[in-house]
């Protein structure tokens, strides 16, 4: 794999390729930019982390509102199973990520991590899964959409604010790096997992990143540069996300788990800042209102700890699809229940394949939850045209995954009824 | 990283060739030369070497006849499944996106970003009964050159414009000369459909085809401009549909002005009275198609649908009443009619814009009725539902129970039509006022 080009790029841009491009040589590359960065380290004590592999929010850091930040770096690793699960290689599983456990800090700082398995992992099994567990295989979610479907045994989820650290990591795991922040690897897995290279999948998210990549054609010099999304706009406010209670299996062999739904897709941006006025983006992706009354300033600066939807704008969306425009928030939001928002979305920007693009991450307690807002956002029941119906028609759906990930005490190789 | 002066005189270079044509054309002008009618503000005017784009100085809020008359370069129909596309290149030019709502701030005009690029159209229609198709599919486009994608996937957006009728289009940036190829996909299509159209649609499909961006092309597209002569600028009416297909489809890539596809004569049509529905030239255009021949999506004449016919309970000076300048055409097909549930009759509204009938899609409406001053049904209103039929075409409907001579209906328009503008309908069909019809006496 050939490296980019340094003097081409930023510093920041730069090490967002090499997270890209992943591997060895990436690796050392990014170690030489960054230098010697302090990474905090981990716990020997598997006991003091919590039970739940999607417990973020307590260890990632805060926004000026106090809402939780996601971290900067992200890699998706598709893996294939090469053989039938047994007890050794679960025990394989499970020391190697001890051993990022001990390497990192469970932090944005250090390395925060997820292991999460599909409805065609589990159909090996004899049993199906538990009733509690609400996970059937992705299907096509709107009409315009023919996605790839992730086929493959697991997929993990590796995030830092450090892009030498998801790098590292995933070398520790599957490459010949044998050193993590001055832990020894000794186990990693080889033998058991095979890495699908062509599948795998990167991002970043934050502040100022989207526009730092107007080189990627498709993304062009109008994105904003304060913007942490490409769309331009600050998302995930605390108010409009579901909690990691509301999100957790309770019951069941499961009890601590989650599911996971990953939707890639792809953007249009230059009609979405090149055609569209700022209060038509506004109209789009929040509510007609919201760019009357002019409440959410360039890239979302004016709201706080939500995204501003009062119950009335949200029960008025099918009177503002008549009126011509849907938001996008809006119509989602239609979704919330007594409980509040269903999905705890962590999505983050790509440009993998050199196109901008999205992949749409969210934990929900069963994937039903994931097709029920989803299919809010689609609004089919709205008198709405489609290029003014939210941002669907700045959306093209490539691909789609569901996931189970397990609590930490079950997340390596999980039979679909365990004891 | 481009560099978007650089192409701006590559651009210049490139058709600067063709100086002949360009000088008849008034291309080169820049907003130094050009008159006060030149929208001096906007960049994309002249020195990016497209046509130059004169704008009316306060238009009508009504049908006007734009500046110029564009031209385009026609490609060979494609069929896929159940549809034939035409697809139609021309220079990037501005149009305007309505933003969601009534009135006049709410449409926008969307300037291209670069004079390197087509604007990109096509007509679909579907094979079997040649009716275009002003529906609201969610299309993607992919472009790409010598198998490379060019760009990110893209929705177009529904337009309507005087020569075209009802299309889908965008401008479309292109940075070398080659051969594009093009990549349409059609989701099936959500609008209600009845008639024999009822059940149809309901595949995706995809359509390829492929154009050449070159010299040739820009020469034929950016010399074919007809400008005409200021005095007519503005003036209410439109331009006639194009006669597609005649003598269009050249290979060669030069043309001189007569050879741009449209109609030479001069037949606009005035602001007189009358005009809405009689004309009917161009209603054979439905039903039938030739190879090459790309039909017009005009509705059927008012005289053409059954059923008794709303009178307008204020006096019209034109054949339909009119709001926002949309004609409005509205009849109630009898019990028993396929469209109406039961033993209700049928509201059948068929909003067209005047002179050329082309479809207004995308609206909402609803609509009220009172007899002796009093509600009758739904007093919050019944909202007309839209539909593509067979034989009546693109309208909106709704089943009612009995209503009497006498009976008042108020159409109401909760919004205008959201489909984007080429020049010459930016300010018709925004603030759309509701209308009040009559039922006749029985005759
Ligand atoms: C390019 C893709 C997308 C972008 C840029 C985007 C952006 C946004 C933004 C800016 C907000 C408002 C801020 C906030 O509430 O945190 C929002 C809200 C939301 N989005 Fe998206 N979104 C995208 C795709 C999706 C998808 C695929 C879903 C799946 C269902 C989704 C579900 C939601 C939900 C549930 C909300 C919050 C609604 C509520 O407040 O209850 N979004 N999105």
Redesign the pocket.
């Known amino acids: 794999m050939t490296l980019p080009d340094r003097s081409a790029l930023s510093r920041r841009d730069y090490l967002r390729t090499l997270v890209a491009i992943g591997g060895a040589t990436a690796l050392s590359a990014c170690v030489s930019e960054s230098g010697a960065i302090d990474i905090p380290a981990g716990t020997d004590d598997p006991d003091s982390l919590p039970d739940r592999q999607h417990a973020w929010n307590d260890s990632l850091s805060r926004d000026d509102d106090g809402n939780v930040q996601p971290p900067d770096h992200h890699v998706l690793v598709p893996l294939a199973l090469l053989d039938e699960p047994t007890d050794e290689t679960r025990a394989q599983l499970e020391d190697a990520f001890r051993t990022l456990e001990r390497a990192y800090e469970w932090s944005t700082d250090g390395l925060l991590f997820t292991i999460g398995y599909t409805p065609a992992y589990f159909e090996r099994f004899d049993d199906a899964l538990p009733e509690s567990v609400d996970l059937p295989k992705p299907t096509a979610l709107t009409a315009s959409e023919d996605p790839a479907i992730d086929e493959f045994d697991a997929l993990l989820h590796l995030a830092s604010d450090h892009s030498q650290v998801v790098l590292e990591a995933e070398e520790g795991l599957f490459g010949d790096h044998d050193d993590l922040n001055g832990v020894a690897v000794e186990t990693d897995l080889t033998g058991v997992f095979e890495r699908l290279e062509d599948q795998r999948r990167t991002g970043f998210v934050g502040a100022g990143l989207p526009a730092e990549h107007t080189d990627v054609s498709g993304v062009p010099d109008s994105v904003p540069e304060d913007a942490p ?3 331009g ?5 605390e ?3 579901a909690t990691e209670d509301r999100v957790t299996i309770e019951d069941g062999p499961f009890a601590g788990a989650t599911t996971q739904h990953v ?1 890639s ?1 792809e ?1 249009q941006l230059r009609t979405w800042f090149e055609q569209d006025s700022h209060p038509m983006r506004v109209r789009k ?2 509510s007609p209102e919201h760019a009357d009354e002019n409440l959410v300033g360039d890239v ?1 600066e004016k ?1 706080t700890t ?2 501003g ?1 009062t119950d009335e704008r ?1 029960d008025a969306t099918e009177a503002d699809a008549r009126r011509g425009v849907v938001g ?3 119509k ?2 239609r ?2 229940d007594d409980d ?4 705890l ?1 962590r ?1 983050f920007n790509t440009v993998d394949g050199d196109r901008p ?2 992949h ?1 991450l ?1 934990l929900q307690h069963g994937i039903d939850d ?1 097709v029920r ?2 299919e ?2 689609i609004g089919d029941d709205l008198d709405v045209m489609h290029a003014n119906n939210g ?1 669907l028609s ?2 093209f ?1 490539t691909r789609r995954g569901n996931f189970l990930l397990p609590p930490r005490s079950l997340r390596a190789l999980p039979r679909a009824t365990p004891q | 990283m481009h560099d978007h002066d650089l192409d701006r005189r590559t651009f210049v270079q490139r058709t600067g060739a063709a100086t002949g044509i360009l000088a008849l054309a008034g291309c080169l002008e820049t907003d130094d030369d050009t008159d006060e009618d030149e929208d001096t503000g906007d960049p994309s005017n002249g020195d990016d070497a497209v046509p130059r784009f004169p704008e009316v100085e306060d238009p009508p809020a009504a049908v006007y006849r734009p500046t110029h008359r564009e031209s385009m370069r026609m490609l060979e129909p494609i069929t896929a499944g159940e549809y034939t596309l035409a697809p139609m290149l021309s220079y990037p030019h501005p149009f305007w996106l309505v933003t969601g709502g009534a009135g006049e701030d709410d449409i926008e005009r969307v300037d291209p970003e670069q004079g390197r690029g087509v604007h990109m159209m096509f007509t679909l229609w579907d094979d079997e009964t040649g009716i275009v198709l002003p529906v609201d599919t969610s299309a993607t486009i992919t472009i790409s050159q010598n198998g490379e994608r060019i760009g990110s996937p893209h929705s177009p957006w529904p337009m309507i414009s005087q020569e075209m009728g009802f299309h889908f289009g965008d401008n479309i940036p292109l940075e070398d000369d080659g051969t594009y190829t093009v990549d349409v996909e059609l989701p099936p299509i959500p609008t209600h459909t009845t008639g024999d159209l009822e059940g149809r649609f309901t595949d995706s499909e995809t359509v390829t085809f492929e154009f050449e961006y070159d010299r040739a092309f820009r020469e034929q597209v950016v010399g074919g401009v007809e400008y005409f002569d200021e005095s007519e600028w503005g003036e209410r009416g439109a331009l006639e549909p194009m006669d597609h297909g005649h003598d269009d489809h050249d290979d060669d890539g030069h043309h001189d002005h007569d050879g741009d596809g449209h109609h030479d004569d001069d037949g606009h049509h005035d602001d007189d009275n009358g005009h809405d529905d009689d004309d009917g030239h161009h209603n054979d255009d439905n039903g039938h198609h030739d190879h090459g021949h790309v039909p017009y999506s005009a509705l059927p004449p008012a005289d053409a649908y059954p059923g008794t016919r709303l009178e307008p309970t204020d006096e019209a000076d034109t054949d339909l009443p009119r709001s926002g300048d949309a004609a409005i055409f509205a009849t109630l097909l009898e019990s028993g009619s396929r469209l109406a549930d039961g033993d209700d009759q049928y509201l059948l509204v068929s909003p067209r814009t005047p002179y050329n009938r082309v479809p207004l899609a995308d609206m909402a409406m609803q609509v009220t009725v009172e007899r002796d001053g009093e509600p009758v049904g739904d007093a919050d209103g019944t909202r007309l539902v839209q539909t593509l039929d067979s034989e009546y075409d693109l309208h909106y409907g709704a089943s009612l129970a009995a209503l009497q001579s006498g009976d008042a209906i108020t159409i109401t328009f909760e919004s205008p039509p959201q489909v984007a503008r080429h020049q010459g309908y930016e300010t018709a069909f925004l603030e759309m006022p509701p209308l009040e019809f009559t039922v006749p006496e029985e005759p």
């Open positions: 999304f490409f769309m706009f600050r998302s995930g406010f108010g409009s996300q939707e897709l953007t992706m929040f979302g709201l939500t995204n939807l949200i996008h928030a809006q989602a939001a979704a919330r509040g928002p269903p999905l979305r999505d693009g999205v749409f969210s994931f807002v989803r809010a956002m941002i700045y959306i759906v």
